[in-house]
């Protein structure tokens, strides 16, 4: 369990971070995640100066449901961004980027996992480590930059949403052939479910935006904001325990309630509690990263993000391109599509349960640390693409524009 006195270390931790990126003026997500590895066991942990130990961050229970909320949050503001109309509107564009985007990214993943470790199994999980794009940090790079209301969006949200629902199939299919489930009946209820939740909240979205509007019709904020925090997390949970992603739920959830009238009040209600939650999430991928593990697998990372990187960035172009957006906007949306994080780890973790059984216990423990590492490298490369993106779209206008 955490202590208070640790609980109050990580946030005076992340508001240091939040002061040192605004004086840098650099994105403050790398920060976060830097400053989750300096305070994690494996580093401040091992140090003691006059007999008293440095004082650490454990990934206890408080801060891995702090960061679940992190990225509940975010997807949930995501959803309120892109409510259903607009959805349905984009939706044959929505699937040709998306299409483009997992046929390029899957398959240059499947190849790289041959190449790396040598095994179908590693290979399938390397490629879901490679083709999905981190959801709730480029959510939160596109609010901090200005992004949100810009024409690049679209696309960049469009195929995230695609991405989503894809990784919630893929997530529940890796996780069955990891655990050393053979039995296709079974498999097959597994997706069945997973995907009878998502088409059920689909259901919910466009069909319940009167009973949504309901629940918060108070004159409260305090009920507004208890109301909305209520229902998103519940449903939250409760995908989760079906074995679909949380953050998929969260999205539509957030998607319900931007069908009703209180959209810009939940936005600035809940907007601190989002960045509370999202900072402790970046925190905890940085206290999940032991340097040492990932130093010892720093080539197998260097070779991925090689390759990973140009994929993301054509296949985002294209995707940009089938929007109907310019060369320079179009190089927006693959540079942006370049960080990978949450939906990364969590396939690393689900490695870690084939450890012995599906996967050699060596083989498991060196994809967790290559998905960490690959995670960090990615977080920090994307982040800082996405911030100078500039010379980087003059350049590529210039090439293909003349």
Do not use: C
């Amino acid at each position: 369990m955490a202590n208070l006195l640790e609980v109050g270390v990580m946030f005076a931790a992340i508001a240091a971070a939040g002061v040192l990126s605004t004086r840098l003026d650099k994105s403050v997500i790398p920060f976060y995640i830097v400053v989750g590895m300096v305070l994690s066991p494996s580093v401040a942990g091992q140090f003691s100066v006059g007999g008293y130990a440095l004082p650490s961050v454990e990934s206890t229970e408080f801060v891995e449901i702090g960061a679940e909320l992190g990225i509940v949050f975010l997807l949930f503001f995501l959803g309120l961004e892109f409510n259903p109309s607009r959805l349905v509107e984009s939706r044959d564009r929505i699937v040709r980027a998306g299409v483009i985007d997992f046929v390029v990214n899957f398959t240059a993943g499947l190849l790289l996992g041959f190449v790396l470790f040598g095994d179908p199994l590693a290979a399938l999980l390397v490629a879901g480590i490679v083709y999905i794009s981190s959801s709730a940090i480029i959510t939160k790079s596109l609010i901090d930059l200005g992004w949100i209301a810009n024409d690049e969006a679209d696309p960049l949200l469009g195929t995230l949403v695609f991405e989503d629902l894809v990784i919630a199939v893929y997530l529940t299919i890796a996780a069955a052939l990891v655990a050393g489930g053979n039995d296709p009946v079974e498999t097959a209820t597994s997706v069945g479910v997973a995907v009878g939740f998502i088409l059920a909240l689909v259901l919910v979205v466009y069909l319940g935006t009167a009973w949504f509007e309901r629940a918060l019709a108070t004159t409260s904020r305090e009920f507004t904001v208890l109301r909305a925090i209520g229902i998103t997390v519940l449903v939250a949970g409760a995908a989760l325990a079906l074995g679909v992603s949380e953050a998929v739920a969260a999205f539509f959830v957030g998607m319900a309630f931007a069908s009703t009238s209180h959209v810009h009040d939940l936005a600035e209600l809940l907007e601190p509690i989002r960045d509370t939650f999202a900072a402790v999430f970046f925190f905890w991928i940085g206290v999940e990263t032991d340097p040492a593990l990932v130093a010892g697998v720093a080539g197998l990372v260097a070779v991925a993000a090689v390759v990973s990187v140009p994929t993301k960035a054509v296949s985002g172009y294209l995707g940009g391109r089938v929007y109907g957006l310019s060369i320079r906007r179009s190089t927006r949306v693959g540079l942006g599509m370049v960080t990978r994080g949450e939906f990364s780890l969590i396939i690393a973790a689900v490695a870690l349960t084939g450890a012995g059984g599906s996967l050699s216990a060596a083989m498991a423990g060196e994809l967790y640390s290559f998905a960490v590492g690959y995670v960090l490298v990615m977080s920090i490369l994307g982040t800082l693409l996405m911030q100078y993106s500039e010379p980087i779209e003059t350049a590529v206008e210039s090439r293909l524009g003349g």
